[in-house]
C-alpha cells in the first residue's frame, strides 16, 4: 500500500516508514489556492530549508500561466542542480508536478484541501481584492459570484493540481482517486489544520509547533462572504456548484471523510510520539 493510504487508514507507524524513508532530496507541495496553503509554506519553511518558491510574475502575459509555470519549473530544476534545496511549493498544476518528480527523482509530495464550495467562495474574493495583482480587471470582467462560477479556470480547480489533465478532462473520478492516492505521501484538510499540521510536521521530521503564520487572509471581505456562504445553501446554487466540480468533490469527500475517522487515534498517535 502506497502512502497516502495507510495514513487515511490510520495506519501510521506503516505511513510514516512508506513515505518518509529514506528522507526524500526534495519535498514538493503541491498549493491549491486558497486552502491556507501560504500560511502552510510559511510554516514549514522556517524548519525545512533551504526553501524555493515557485512562482511567476502574475502581470507578465507573454505567455499563457501554464507555460510561465513550465519555465518556473525549468529554472528550479536548474537551480536544484546547482543549490540542492529541501523544499519547494507553488501553484503548479499536475504537468509540472510530473517535471519536478521525473527531474529530481524521489520527490515526496503533499496537499492539502479545502471543502470545495468553501474554496470557490473564498478564491473568488481573493482574486477580487487589492491582494489579487489583477484584481481590477477581474471585478470588470466578472460582477459577481455567479459569473464567476460560468468560467472553466474555477471548476475542479483543485483536481487540475493533484490529478493529470487527461483524468480531469475524462471526468474519471476513480483514476482522479488512485492517482491522488499513489501519488502523494500526505494530503491534510483545512477544516482540520492544526492536526494536519502536527501531523504533516511529524511526517517531514521538524519541530512541531502550533501554527502561528496567516498568510493573504482577505478579512475585508467578510460581509460578502457571509452573503454568498448563505446563499449557498439555496439548492439550485448548490446543485450548480456539484454539476460543475463533481472531481473536486469527489477528491474532498475521499480524504476529509476519512480525515474524520482517523482523527481521534491520530491526535493520540502524535501524543505518544
Known amino acids: 500500500m502506497t502512502a497516502l493510504p495507510l495514513l487515511l487508514a490510520g495506519r501510521f507507524d506503516e505511513w510514516l516508514a ?84 521525473a527531474g529530481i527523482p524521489g520527490t515526496r509530495l503533499f496537499s492539502m484541501l479545502r471543502e470545495p464550495a468553501a474554496r470557490l467562495v473564498s478564491d473568488y474574493l481573493y482574486q477580487r481584492s487589492p491582494m489579487h495583482p489583477l484584481a481590477e480587471e477581474v471585478r470588470r470582467r466578472i460582477p459577481d459570484f455567479e459569473a464567476f462560477l460560468d468560467l472553466a479556470g474555477p471548476r475542479n480547480r483543485a483536481a487540475r493540481h493533484l490529478v493529470p489533465a487527461e483524468i480531469v478532462e475524462a471526468g474519471d473520478i476513480a483514476a482522479a482517486i488512485a492517482h491522488v492516492d499513489a501519488s502523494y505521501a500526505f494530503i491534510g484538510v483545512q477544516e482540520r489544520y492544526a492536526l494536519s499540521f502536527r501531523a504533516l510536521c511529524a511526517l517531514l521530521g521538524v519541530p512541531h509547533r502550533a501554527p502561528t503564520a496567516r498568510m493573504r487572509v482577505n478579512s475585508a471581505a467578510a460581509a460578502e462572504r457571509a452573503e454568498i456562504a448563505a446563499r449557498l445553501s439555496d439548492p439550485a446554487l448548490a446543485a450548480r456548484i456539484a454539476a460543475a466540480n463533481a472531481m473536486d468533490i469527489a477528491l474532498y469527500r475521499h480524504v476529509a471523510g476519512r480525515w474524520d475517522a482517523i482523527a481521534g487515534p491520530l491526535e493520540a498517535w502524535l501524543d505518544q510520539r
Open 18 to 101: 512508506a513515505a518518509a524513508l529514506p528522507p526524500p532530496p526534495l519535498w514538493l507541495f503541491v498549493h491549491v489556492p486558497k486552502t491556507a496553503g501560504s500560511s502552510l509554506a510559511a510554516e514549514v519553511a522556517i524548519s525545512l530549508n533551504p526553501f524555493r518558491s515557485l512562482h511567476i510574475d502574475h502581470l507578465d502575459r507573454a505567455k499563457p500561466a501554464l507555460e510561465r509555470y513550465d519555465a518556473a519549473v525549468e529554472q528550479a530544476l536548474a537551480a536544484h542542480a546547482e543549490t540542492p534545496f529541501r523544499f519547494a511549493s507553488g501553484h503548479v498544476q499536475q504537468r509540472h508536478v510530473a517535471r519536478l518528480v
